[in-house]
């Protein structure tokens, strides 16, 4: 069977999504028997080299550098998933949706207990710096998605189950204890 092509990539995430990912452990080995890996954090390759089967995408988007990059997902994947709930609510980055900008920014850099030396008060403000978007988005809201991984993290299992499922063509497996929450 020829290999499918995997992209993964983390927006406003924490990468725990990618750490879960990981906790596939051994069966990376088989995975790697049936897929190969294009852009993504896991190999370090950092741009498309070729048309990609399957995207994953960890987080949604916070920045203006998200959109892009989950654009740039969109074009070059065929079947695109967002896996864990920064990529398919906004997860908790997306706390700060109902606080206007200044307050964030404000509390982020001038007030907060963590800042330590401003006294200029100075806003990060550079054009090299990605815009910060008026509040988080989950990726649907931007692109269209296929499939959505549910979990913080989703579980290595679903992870497993998921990409068994779109790499083979056959119907996942979803026993309970890896979709249940409490
Ligand atoms: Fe991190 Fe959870 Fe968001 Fe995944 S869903 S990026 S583990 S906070």
């Known amino acids: 069977m020829e290999k499918k092509i995997i992209a993964t990539t983390s927006l406003a995430g924490c990468f725990g999504?990618?750490?879960?990912?990981l906790d596939?452990?051994?069966?990376?080995?088989?995975l790697i028997e049936l897929v190969e890996f294009n852009k993504s954090?896991?190999?370090?390759?950092?741009?498309?080299?070729?048309?990609?089967?399957?995207?994953?995408?960890?987080?949604?988007?916070c920045n203006?550098?998200?959109?892009e990059l989950l654009k740039l997902f969109r074009e070059n994947c065929n079947i695109l998933v967002s896996f864990g709930e920064?990529?398919?609510?906004?997860?908790?980055?997306?706390?700060?949706?109902?606080?206007?900008?200044?307050?964030c920014l404000q509390e982020a850099y001038i007030d907060g207990p963590t800042v330590g030396e401003n006294k200029q008060k100075i806003l990060p403000n550079n054009e090299e710096l990605p815009m910060?978007?008026?509040?988080?988005?989950?990726?649907?809201?931007i692109v269209k998605i296929d499939y959505f991984l549910p979990g913080c993290p989703p579980r290595a299992e679903l992870?497993?189950?998921?990409?068994?499922?779109?790499?083979?063509?056959?119907?996942m497996e979803l026993p309970y204890e890896v979709v249940k929450f409490d």
């Open 86 to 103: 920064c990529a398919i609510m906004g997860g908790l980055p997306a706390l700060r949706n109902g606080i206007p900008i200044e307050e």
């Open 64 to 67: 203006s550098e998200n959109i």
């Open 159 to 171: 992870i497993w189950n998921a990409l068994v499922a779109l790499v083979t063509g056959k119907e």
């Open 17 to 21: 999504c990618h750490m879960s990912f």
């Open 132 to 141: 910060l978007l008026d509040k988080v988005y989950p990726c649907h809201e």
């Open 41 to 61: 954090p896991i190999d370090d390759i950092k741009n498309f080299t070729k048309q990609v089967d399957i995207g994953l995408i960890e987080g949604g988007c």
């Open 24 to 30: 596939i452990d051994e069966r990376i080995l088989d």
